[in-house]
Every structure is written in structure tokens, then in C-alpha cells.
């Protein structure tokens, strides 16, 4: 599933490709993955590309033709398990999400649900394997309505330990459920909380109320650090069949020092680590080094 680091990383990939280009064709070819009218983008354009939480956000432009100017702002994008977004021109096929052939095949392909064309005839793909993703044609109120459902981004910089501290002071859940819910801080994917607890010498199973304020300290600047070295690496790719495809994969995955490590040495104290179910997700951690 791609997390916040592939997320932001696919959004500096594309800003510089697609910004300022007339939309001239959209093509819907699986209804389910886009909400609204596809055809009020014609003529539109995206003037930036930022990213919340880890859905992307295409800003769009007025058009030029008033009497055809809808009222629309925001193209949402949200890959959730196996999304993609590839751009492809004459010369260059960029993007990420979820690794699969499409990232090296001919498009569209039978996962592709949405083509957007430009004007310079260049395509933008969205391919979603199983439909879980979606596009989102968006008015100002309706983006900060889904917005509202999320926390601050872990790498938002006027995000404070104050407010971890206090949004979790009175909840005995897990610390590694905690951070990965999404209502307190977006961002903290699966591979990240296991990654960040590690680095704070964290328990995963510990209360998130039981932590002490220079505990939380650490774990806050460990998230913001694995956060911000996967964003530089490119994000996470797993796939041994597309890790090295230019373009699209990330180099996080070298760099794991408890995830997917199961029963292996810990780089710290050599003992194993162990994996363990926690929420429902597969959770890693070296017994010695975190309490």
C-alpha cells in the first residue's frame, strides 16, 4: 500500500509534468473510481500539485470561458491499496504506488480506470488493481470537509510534541495503533510506526498513555526522521521485479532495520526480531532494545 513517503514522492514526480497544461480529454473507463463530472475538467488546468494526509490534490485553474466556470477547485486523488499514477509523453514515463507491470507495460492496461490528456497529448494513468482507490472532482467546501477527517501530517513543521502528547494522554491502546490513526496523525503507515518505534526503543504493545514526556520526544523525532529519509530515498518498494525501474521505485526497503525482518539480527543488540499481530497488521520489534 503506498504510505505518505511514495504519496509525496509520486506528487514531486508529477508537479513539474502536468502543471499548466490544458486538460482536453478524460476518459472513465471503470465508474466506480471517479466521483463526479469528468467532463466539467475540459479545458481546465492544474496550477499546482500538493499532497494531505495521502491523497494528492490537483489545484485547478478557472477557465477562461466564465459561463463555464463550474465552481470546481480540486482533483483528489487517492490510491489507497494498489493505486498508481503514471504520466506518459514522447519521451517520458514517470509516477508510483502500488508496484505491478503496469509500472514497465504498455498503457492503458486492464487495471487502467482513468486517463486525463493534456493538450501536448501527453496522458496522465490511473490504474488501480482493485478498485479501492478513487478521483475526486471537488468544490473548496467538499476538500475541506475530507481534509477534516485527518490529523496533522506527521511532517507538517507546525506540528508540536504538545500535541501528541495531549492527544494521547488518555489512550491505553497500543502506542503503534495510536500513531498509525490516521484522525491523530496522518502519515504513519504500518512499515513507518514499526520503523519509528524502533528507533525510540518503543515497545509496540505498550500503553500510548504510558509513555513518559521524554519518550514521546524520541518517538516524535523518529517519526519525523523515517518520515523525512524515506521521502529522500523515494519511499519503499518491495517488489524485487520493479525495484530498480527508473523513475518509480524508492530505495527506503535498504535501509529497514526491523520491518520484514523477522527472525533476524537486530542492528543494535544482535538478538532476533520478533513479529507479532497487532491491530491486524504485522508488527516488528527487538525485545531488548525497546521496553
Same mark, same amino acid.
Given at each position: 500500500m503506498?504510505e505518505?513517503?511514495e504519496?509525496e ?5 508529477? @508537479?513539474?509534468?502536468?502543471?499548466g497544461?490544458?486538460?482536453?480529454n ?5 465508474d ?5 463530472d ?8 492544474f496550477i ?8 494528492i490534490?490537483?489545484h485547478?485553474?478557472?477557465?477562461i470561458?466564465?459561463s463555464?466556470?463550474f465552481?470546481l477547485?480540486?482533483?483528489l ?5 494498489t493505486g498508481q499514477?503514471i ?6 514515463? @514517470?509516477?508510483?504506488?502500488h ?9 492503458p492496461?486492464k487495471?487502467?480506470?482513468v ?11 490511473f490504474?488501480?488493481m482493485?478498485?479501492f482507490?478513487?478521483?475526486w472532482?471537488?468544490d473548496?467546501?467538499?476538500v475541506?470537509? +475530507?481534509?477534516s ?5 506527521i511532517?507538517?513543521?507546525?506540528l508540536?510534541?504538545?500535541y ?7 489512550r ?5 495503533q495510536?500513531?498509525?490513526?490516521n ?11 514499526? +520503523?519509528?518505534?524502533?528507533v525510540?526503543g518503543v515497545?509496540p504493545?505498550r500503553?500510548?498513555n504510558?509513555?513518559?514526556e521524554? +519518550?514521546m520526544?524520541?518517538?516524535?523525532i523518529?517519526?519525523?526522521? @523515517?518520515i523525512?529519509?524515506s521521502i529522500?530515498?523515494?519511499g ?7 525495484v530498480?525501474v527508473?523513475?518509480?521505485?524508492g530505495g527506503?526497503?535498504? +535501509?529497514?532495520q ?5 527472525n ?13 499481530k497487532l ?6 520489534f527487538?525485545?531488548?532494545c525497546?521496553?
Open positions: 503506498p505518505l513517503p504519496v514522492t509520486i506528487k514531486n514526480r508529477l @508537479v513539474n509534468l502536468v502543471v497544461k490544458p486538460i482536453v478524460i476518459q472513465v473507463l471503470r466506480k473510481s471517479f466521483r463526479g469528468p467532463d466539467k475538467l475540459i479545458g481546465l488546468q499546482k500539485v500538493t499532497r494531505r494526509a495521502k491523497i490534490n490537483f485547478l485553474a478557472q477557465n470561458d466564465q463555464k466556470n465552481g477547485s480540486n482533483l486523488i487517492h490510491l489507497k491499496m499514477l504520466y506518459v509523453d514522447e519521451n517520458t514515463k @514517470v509516477g508510483g504506488g508496484p505491478t507491470a503496469d509500472w514497465v507495460n504498455d498503457l492496461s487495471h487502467t480506470r486517463i486525463i490528456q493534456f493538450v501536448d497529448k501527453s496522458n496522465l494513468f490504474n488501480d482493485r478498485v482507490g478513487w478521483v472532482l471537488m473548496k467546501d467538499l475541506e470537509q +475530507e481534509f477527517k485527518y490529523g496533522p501530517d511532517n507538517d513543521p507546525s508540536g510534541l504538545a501528541l502528547i495531549a492527544s494521547l494522554k488518555n491505553r491502546i497500543p502506542i503503534k495510536a500513531i498509525m490513526d484522525k491523530v496523525i496522518a502519515g504513519v503507515g504500518n512499515i513507518y510506526a514499526s +520503523e519509528a518505534l524502533f525510540a515497545h504493545q500503553p500510548a504510558s509513555l513518559r521524554e +519518550e520526544s524520541k518517538l516524535f523518529a517519526m519525523q526522521k @523515517v523525512d529519509r529522500k530515498l523515494g519503499t518498494t518491495f517488489d524485487g521485479k520493479y530498480g527508473d523513475g518509480f521505485a527506503f526497503q535498504n +535501509e529497514l526491523v520491518y520484514g525482518q523477522n533476524k539480527q537486530c542492528p543494535n543488540c544482535g538478538s532476533l526480531i520478533k513479529r507479532i491491530g491486524g497488521r504485522g508488527t516488528f527487538c525485545e531488548r525497546q521496553s
